[in-house]
């Protein structure tokens, strides 16, 4: 795998992972910043909000993501389905828990996490 294409995949795999961060029981720290992890899995933004805002966030990622229509239809599907059925998904994937466990404190995954949170902050004004 080359180096853009594992930067694609930890990238969706950090919004992913972000945005599951609280919605998994047993999973969730005290952090306020933390709290803020459950705002994309519970967005009611639209996938294109959620795209429009990545791409105004994180232009890298977006044009990676654009350029790997897989798995933008997989986010897309993932983000087409209402906060409790996105909950249900995550829940039926017992793997994730094991890379929640620890929230990253150092690295290219605490800036992931960043703007993670500012895209779903934003995602409402796209």
């Known amino acids: 795998m080359n180096v853009s294409r594992a930067r694609l995949h930890f990238g969706i795999a950090a919004v992913g992972a972000i945005s599951a961060a609280l919605v998994i029981p047993g999973i969730a720290s005290a952090d306020p910043v933390?709290?803020?992890s459950a705002r994309l899995v519970n967005s009611t933004c639209s996938f294109a909000q959620i795209?429009?805002?990545?791409?105004d966030v994180t232009?890298?990622?977006?044009?990676?993501l654009?350029?790997?229509?897989?798995?933008k239809a997989q986010l897309a599907d993932f983000?087409?389905?209402s906060p409790a059925d996105r909950q249900a998904v995550l829940d039926a994937h017992p793997q994730l828990k094991s890379r929640l466990d620890t929230v990253p404190t150092e690295g290219p995954a605490v800036e992931w996490r960043a703007k993670a949170l500012t895209i779903a902050e934003t995602c409402g004004n796209y």
């Open 51 to 55: 795209d429009a805002a990545m791409h």
């Open 34 to 36: 933390d709290s803020d």
């Open 66 to 71: 654009d350029q790997a229509p897989e798995r």
């Open 79 to 81: 983000f087409s389905k």
């Open 59 to 64: 232009p890298q990622l977006a044009a990676r």
